[in-house]
């Protein structure tokens, strides 16, 4: 503020604009209000006159209306069953990731691994849709649960897609292992969530595509799937 009202910084600002102003705080009553500082000069330029405007009010309403939008975006990403993201996020994702990609940033290691919830189409039948929703939240949940550090993301109906980076990019394999462990043990004592898996790592010398990355991946959990079937 003290650099605001210089008569040198004043002079020099309304040379180019009309008037100028600053927002800041001040403390009222061991409380922080929002103020705005407006300077400008009189009709025949010979005086400057400051007002001081108190704004808490517009400053917190924008503040509520900008928290309303993010968190609007933020529901407009999740699956509303499970509370993982959803398709449009992983879109999201993907664009990002391939432009990267497309402009040379081939440092950036990832993997994906693409599940497939097994049995949900009996479960549908047999015991009705609402025990299939439970079946596909249990999924989503044991996901989350192993790859702790990574976006879950539902894309169809029992289909999953989980970008892996950072931690859980260099424990790939052994999270890959918990996760098989894990479904293998709920088909031995027929309770719990069956779920195809298939992993790849994204190939910076022969990858041009996210799309190939998730096509490996894809592959690789369809011969998950018709191993467990088997």
């Given at each position: 503020?003290?650099?605001?009202?210089?008569?040198?910084?004043?002079?020099?600002?309304?040379?180019?604009?009309?008037?100028?102003?600053?927002?800041?705080?001040?403390?009222?009553?061991?409380?922080?209000?929002?103020?705005?500082?407006?300077?400008?000069?009189?009709?025949?330029?010979?005086?400057?006159?400051?007002?001081?405007?108190?704004?808490d009010?517009?400053?917190?309403?924008?503040?509520?209306?900008?928290?309303?939008?993010?968190?609007?975006?933020?529901?407009?990403?999740?699956?509303?069953?499970?509370?993982?993201?959803?398709?449009?996020?992983?879109?999201?994702?993907?664009?990002?990731?391939?432009?990267?990609?497309?402009?040379?940033?081939?440092?950036?290691?990832?993997?994906?691994?693409?599940?497939?919830?097994?049995?949900?189409?009996?479960?549908?039948?047999?015991?009705?849709?609402?025990?299939?929703?439970?079946?596909?939240?249990?999924s989503?949940?044991?996901?989350?649960?192993?790859?702790?550090?990574?976006?879950?993301?539902?894309?169809?109906?029992?289909?999953?897609?989980?970008?892996?980076?950072?931690?859980?990019?260099?424990?790939?394999?052994?999270?890959?292992?918990?996760?098989?462990?894990?479904?293998?043990?709920?088909?031995?004592?027929?309770?719990?969530?069956?779920?195809?898996?298939?992993?790849?790592?994204?190939?910076?010398?022969?990858?041009?595509?996210?799309?190939?990355?998730?096509d490996r991946?894809?592959?690789?959990?369809?011969?998950?799937?018709?191993?467990?079937?088997?």
């Amino acid at each position: 503020m003290s650099e605001f009202i210089t008569k040198d910084n004043l002079l020099s600002m309304l040379e180019e604009h009309k008037d100028g102003s600053l927002d800041y705080r001040i403390m009222v009553n061991g409380k922080s209000r929002y103020t705005r500082m407006i300077a400008r000069k009189t009709s025949d330029g010979t005086h400057l006159i400051i007002g001081v405007e108190d704004i808490d009010e517009v400053i917190k309403r924008e503040k509520r209306h900008m928290k309303a939008l993010k968190t609007e975006k933020e529901l407009a990403r999740r699956d509303e069953l499970t509370g993982v993201r959803n398709k449009t996020a992983y879109k999201e994702l993907e664009k990002s990731v391939q432009s990267n990609i497309d402009n040379g940033m081939d440092y950036l290691n990832f993997a994906l691994v693409v599940c497939d919830s097994n049995n949900l189409k009996m479960i549908n039948d047999t015991l009705g849709h609402a025990a299939g929703d439970e079946y596909i939240k249990a999924s989503a949940q044991i996901l989350c649960d192993i790859f702790v550090h990574s976006p879950v993301f539902r894309v169809g109906g029992d289909e999953f897609v989980v970008f892996l980076r950072g931690s859980d990019y260099s424990s790939r394999k052994e999270l890959m292992e918990k996760l098989r462990s894990k479904v293998l043990e709920n088909k031995k004592n027929g309770d719990g969530v069956v779920l195809a898996s298939g992993m790849a790592e994204y190939q910076p010398e022969t990858d041009s595509f996210v799309s190939e990355v998730f096509d490996r991946a894809d592959k690789e959990m369809y011969a998950e799937k018709q191993s467990l079937k088997a």
